[in-house]
């Protein structure tokens, strides 16, 4: 099992910035990717950033990309999400998801694939 604890949402005003932080702990020796999704009311979730785990490869869903930064400790087991330049648009419960199966770096964008999720952290912007 893994576990995943996500930390640092919190509200802030346009164009402000958030880090949040995903510390996981458990079997995570086999961890391919991690990645970051988001929900916001009445709508799905979505797919934000991912990052594989050994080599570092990154993708970012359009919305986000220019303006979020995912990256990784391997010593810490810990990926983070910098986020700059926040929208009103951005608010939402950010999950962190660990994904175990390799070669499924394809599969990044989809949130069935990925086997483990953190508990979320939630991210307010005011205009």
């Known amino acids: 099992q893994v576990r995943l604890v996500e930390s640092g949402g919190g509200s802030v005003q346009a164009g402000g910035s958030l880090s949040l932080s995903c510390a996981a702990s458990g079997r995570t020796f086999n961890t391919a990717t991690m990645g970051w999704f988001r929900q916001a009311p009445g709508k799905e979730r979505e797919f934000v950033a991912a990052i594989a785990w050994i080599t570092g490869s990154t993708d970012y869903a359009d919305s986000v990309k220019g303006r979020f930064t995912i990256s990784r400790d391997g010593a810490k087991i810990t990926v983070y999400l910098q986020m700059n330049s926040l929208k009103p648009e951005d608010p939402a419960i950010y999950y962190c998801?660990?994904?175990?199966?390799?070669?499924?770096?394809?599969?990044?964008?989809?949130?069935?694939?990925?086997?483990?999720w953190g508990q979320g952290t939630q991210v307010t912007v005011s205009s």
């Open positions: 998801a660990a994904d175990h199966n390799a070669g499924r770096w394809d599969a990044r964008r989809i949130s069935a694939d990925y086997d483990y």
